[in-house]
Structures are given as structure tokens and as C-alpha cells.
């Protein structure tokens, strides 16, 4: 009698604590310390829209699910934390994906819960229906289905694992609707049990010793830093050991803020519109230190003409970048900054290099990033980017579009620090300026948040002013607007013979009065004297606001390596 009713009893314990699939979602996520999440409602996802109702999460409602993703890898970029995103099955699934391949080009950790059909209807192209999970296995860092719903809190908590260790990057879990309105008893693993996951963080000694031989026997080595010093926290401890070694920097496009740029051993950013200086380091060095970096082909230009002389080493967190495109000789697979302090710890013969660094110095002074004033006609958009360097201070957070404005931008804005510089680099995603300063000015309410877009790229996300404007986010929008694809129209200019197809706009829209459609502040503006009183009064309001530049239609970005050439090969350089 006694067994009974205690079996009762454990019966009837069972059931009060069963809950939906959703509450447990919720219930996870505040576990994970998750505090905002980016998403947009639809059918399959409404058990977990219901379960947020009332969960004191803060939701972030974007108005296109691709907005929704923008923003959270701009959150992700600045907070180092995992961004959140939820959308509904099929067309929202779908919406989200360049989002996806976006964050696992350039390393951001995002965890992304789709909804799906019930699981009773899965493969029978019901209504919203996509297989998301096939679209994107090459694109995720790891994708789950929920097949359980007791199985959602452990889930979740490996997914945060994966996205956030080891080389960071997007997981997603798709959740079937059935599973996420079914209940169960709620039990989460103390512990991950991952076997086939074991990031490395640790570098072999063996290893780290020949590149510390290497370094002292070289007479030009250069540092190449990447995101991955950003990624890895390790930015202070690639400054100690350059001072320590004298070893001259360059910085790829994601790695800008990375080192000090006004540093003596700074040299810049590398690569197809690199500074001068940058890619003659990377031609004419005899030992390469890899640290963060892809070897993409935007950075190397023609593999065959790489760094012809140079001894390669390699440090990455991902093995599978080692040796993927540039051979290499001291591969060291391990964490930015536990491989930096190892090489700090052992503090070698520094290399005898002071005419490399000289070398180095005299190819700044004679060709440093350069453009013609023009005849005052029209404004230059290099120089709206100097101003905004003087009118911020160089202290704000810039995010920018994909384009010759991001290409402007990450010459003339020199970044002073870690975690300011928000861009699509692998991906080259335009739409992406605008919902990543959202996701920016999130994660860092009180810094002065920069949207630098082109006209053609803000059109993909325009939308999203709404949430800028409902939340009043302080973000300044800025808009270089040379009416077209500006890249587009240079590389038609060069390769093209100046065959402009459908790359100049006939029309646009008046930006500052859709702005204010908005509910947003919005000038437009066509001389430097505007620029700066706009500058002057906007910059410092705690409000939002949106300033249009028309500035010179056919100013291209130079210097620039043509496709196929060698980075040495550049055009546009002009000497002193």
C-alpha cells in the first residue's frame, strides 16, 4: 500500500514539472544567459512566440528575417556572446540562410532555432515546408532537428557550446511544431559530452620552438592578424610579442582594430585594396606568421605569386585552414592567444631586421593611401570618411555595407581598437550595414554606433529603419550615395570598357524623406561645409538620424589588384 501511493506520489511530481517544448526552449535560453534574441513570428514557431510572451527575454522584431540575422552577427561581433535568432519554417527558414553562410565565413557565433512542420507531415511538402537542415549542413557550423522534445535543453546547451568554442560559428536547430507543444520532463546534463568536438586550444611546443627559431633566424618577418586575434581576446598579447620580436604587422580587412594603428610596426591592411606598403611587406618577407587569417583570395591575390619568398607559418584555432590555400612550413594549431603567450614565454633572439623595418617605413612614406581633391565639384567620399574619423574621435563602432564604401572605410577610418569594425568580409553580403548597427547599438547602448552604407545596399534592408526608429537606437546612418553599384560600375570601368550594365540607378528614392517616413531625423547633403554642421549637431544627440551624401558618381577605390594578378601588382599607387 505504502509502494503505491509513494509511486503515486512520484507520479504526481512527474506531471507538475512536464512542460511544453517551448517553455523548455525559453527555459534554456535563460540558462545560456541569453538576454536578447533577434526573430520574426510565424505559424510553425508559435508555440515558442507564446512561451516568450511572458518569459522577460527582450525580442528584437526586425521586419525581414534577414534583418533579423544582420543584426544578430553585428551583436555577436561586438559582444563576443552568441547572437540569437528565430524563424518560422519554409520562406522564414530560408530568408535566414546567406545570414548563415555570412556568420560561417567570418566566424561569428550565432545559434538560430527554425520552426518546421510536425513531424507527422515532414517530407510531404506540406505548407512551409523547407529542408532546412539539407540547405544548410555545408553552411552551419553543426544543424539539429529536435526528434524528442525531452531532448531540447541538452541540445541547446551543445549548440551554445559549439557556436561559442573552437572557432566560432552559426549552429541552427529546427524545430518541428509537435515537438515544441508536447510536454515532458524538463532535465539538462550537467555536463556536454561531445567526442567527436574537441577544439584545441593548447599549441604543440614542438611547434611554437620552430617558429621562435624561425623568427630569429629571419631578417623580414611580418605578422599577418586576422579576425582571429580579435576572436581569441589575444590582441594585447600580439602587441607584446611584435614589440618584443620588432616584428612589422598587417592587418586583413576582418582584422582591422587588432593592432595599434598609429604603432610604428603597423604597416596596414593588406590585400586587393591594400596600402602599398601592406603588400610589398607580404611579396618582399622571408618568413610569414599567419595568425587569425583564411588566406583568402581578396588578401592573397594570385596564389602563385604569394609571398614567393617567404617561409609560411600558420597559427588558427582551425586545422582545416592550415595548408587549405598557401603551403606551409610551421603549422601550429591552437588558440591566438595561448599560442601568442607561449611565444612570449620563450622570448627569443630577436631577428636582426631594422633595414626590413626601414624598408618598411620608406614604402609608407612613399606611397600612402591617396586621392585626388578634385576641383571641389563634388565631395569626395574618402574625405566624409576622414571627417567622421575627426567628428567621432575615431571612438565610435562602424558597421558598413559591402562595396566601395566598406572599402573607403577601412582605409581612411583607422580603427584604435578591438570589436569597433562591423563588416561582411567572406561573404560580401549587401543589406547587411544597416541590421548589423542594430544588433551593434544593442550590444553596446552607450558607444556611438556608425552605419556607413552605399545607396545600392541599404536598399536590400531599408526596412529595418523602423526597428531603428521603434527602439530609437542612437545609430547615425550614413549614406554614400553615388547613384549605383559603385563596385559594379568600377570593375565595368576598368574590365568592362565602361559598359555600364545595370549598375547606374535612373531612379532612387529621396533617402532623407523616407527617413523621415520613419520617424527618423534625415538630411541630405552635398558639401563638405554641410557635412561638418550636420556632423557637429547630430553626432553627439541621443537619437537616431540619417544623412545622405551625394558625392563624386565616378570615384573609384584605389589602389586595386586586378584578378589574377599578384598582390605586388597593384594600380592606382602614387608615389611621393
Not at 549598375?503 to 561645409?529: C, M, N
Request: net charge negative; hydrophobic share 40%.
Amino acid at each position: 500500500m505504502l509502494e503505491k501511493t509513494a509511486l503515486a506520489e512520484k507520479k504526481s511530481l512527474q506531471t507538475e514539472i512536464k512542460i511544453s517544448g517551448a517553455e523548455m526552449l525559453v527555459n534554456s535560453l535563460k540558462k545560456q544567459g541569453v538576454e536578447v534574441l533577434f526573430g520574426y513570428p510565424g505559424g510553425a514557431v508559435l508555440p515558442i512566440y507564446d512561451a516568450l510572451y511572458k518569459s522577460g527575454l527582450k525580442h528584437i522584431l526586425p521586419r525581414h528575417e534577414q534583418g533579423a540575422i544582420y543584426a544578430a552577427e553585428g551583436y555577436a561581433r561586438i559582444s563576443g556572446k552568441p547572437g540569437v535568432v528565430i524563424a518560422t519554417s519554409g520562406p522564414g527558414a530560408t530568408n535566414i540562410v546567406t545570414g548563415l553562410a555570412d556568420a560561417m565565413m567570418d566566424s561569428l557565433p550565432l545559434v538560430v532555432f527554425t520552426g518546421q512542420v510536425g513531424t507527422g507531415v515532414i517530407g510531404t511538402d506540406a505548407f512551409q515546408e523547407a529542408d532546412i537542415l539539407g540547405v544548410t549542413t555545408p553552411i552551419t557550423k553543426h544543424n539539429y532537428q529536435i526528434r524528442n522534445t525531452a531532448d531540447i535543453p541538452k541540445i541547446v546547451k551543445e549548440a551554445f557550446h559549439i557556436a561559442s568554442t573552437g572557432r566560432p560559428g552559426p549552429v541552427l536547430i529546427d524545430i518541428p511544431k509537435d515537438m515544441a507543444q508536447l510536454v515532458a520532463i524538463e532535465e539538462e546534463p550537467e555536463t556536454i559530452h561531445l567526442p567527436g568536438y574537441q577544439p584545441k586550444y593548447e599549441p604543440n611546443y614542438l611547434q611554437i620552438r620552430r617558429l621562435v627559431e624561425a623568427v630569429s633566424s629571419s631578417k623580414k618577418p611580418v605578422f599577418l592578424a586576422g579576425a582571429g586575434i580579435l576572436h581569441a581576446k589575444a590582441s594585447k598579447y600580439l602587441l607584446e610579442y611584435a614589440e618584443q620580436q620588432q616584428i612589422p604587422v598587417v592587418n586583413t580587412l576582418l582584422g582591422l582594430g587588432s593592432f595599434p594603428p598609429s604603432h610604428p610596426l603597423y604597416i596596414g591592411m593588406g590585400g586587393m585594396h591594400g596600402i602599398y606598403a601592406a603588400n610589398m611587406a607580404l611579396s618582399e618577407c622571408d618568413l610569414l606568421i599567419n595568425i587569425g587569417a583564411r588566406f583568402d583570395d581578396r588578401l592573397t591575390g594570385n596564389l602563385s605569386k604569394f609571398a614567393p619568398h617567404a617561409m609560411v607559418a600558420h597559427i588558427d584555432i582551425d586545422p582545416a585552414e592550415i595548408g587549405k590555400n598557401v603551403p606551409t612550413a610551421i603549422p601550429v594549431v591552437g588558440d591566438a592567444r595561448h599560442a601568442l603567450k607561449h611565444l612570449i614565454k620563450q622570448n627569443g633572439k630577436q631577428p636582426d631586421n631594422e633595414g626590413w623595418r626601414k624598408q618598411i617605413q620608406n614604402w609608407l612614406e612613399d606611397a600612402p593611401f591617396y586621392y585626388d581633391k578634385g576641383n571641389g565639384q563634388h565631395l569626395k567620399p574618402q574625405r566624409i570618411m576622414e571627417m567622421i574619423y575627426e567628428m567621432s574621435n575615431g571612438d565610435a563602432i562602424v558597421t558598413t555595407d559591402v562595396g566601395q564604401h566598406q572599402m573607403w572605410a577601412a582605409q581612411y577610418y583607422p580603427f584604435k581598437r578591438p570589436n569597433a569594425w562591423v563588416t561582411s568580409g567572406g561573404l560580401g553580403t549587401m543589406g547587411f550595414g544597416l541590421p548589423a548597427a542594430i544588433g551593434a547599438q544593442i550590444a553596446e547602448p552607450d558607444d556611438l554606433v556608425i552605419s556607413v552604407n552605399g545607396d545600392g545596399g541599404i536598399q536590400m534592408s531599408i526596412q529595418e529603419l523602423a526597428v531603428i526608429a521603434e527602439l530609437n537606437l542612437p545609430v547615425k546612418i550614413i549614406i554614400i550615395n553615388n547613384g549605383s553599384l559603385g563596385m559594379v560600375r568600377q570593375w565595368q570601368e576598368i574590365f568592362y570598357e565602361s559598359r555600364y550594365s545595370e549598375s547606374v540607378f535612373r531612379s532612387q528614392p529621396s533617402f532623407s524623406k523616407l527617413a523621415e517616413a520613419y520617424g527618423i531625423k534625415g538630411f541630405d547633403i552635398r558639401t563638405e561645409e554641410e557635412a561638418e554642421r550636420v556632423f557637429n549637431e547630430e553626432f553627439s544627440k541621443d537619437s537616431p538620424v540619417l544623412i545622405n551624401i551625394f558625392v563624386e558618381p565616378k570615384e573609384n577605390v584605389y589602389p586595386m589588384v586586378a584578378p589574377g594578378k599578384g598582390i605586388n601588382e597593384m594600380v592606382g599607387v602614387k608615389k611621393n
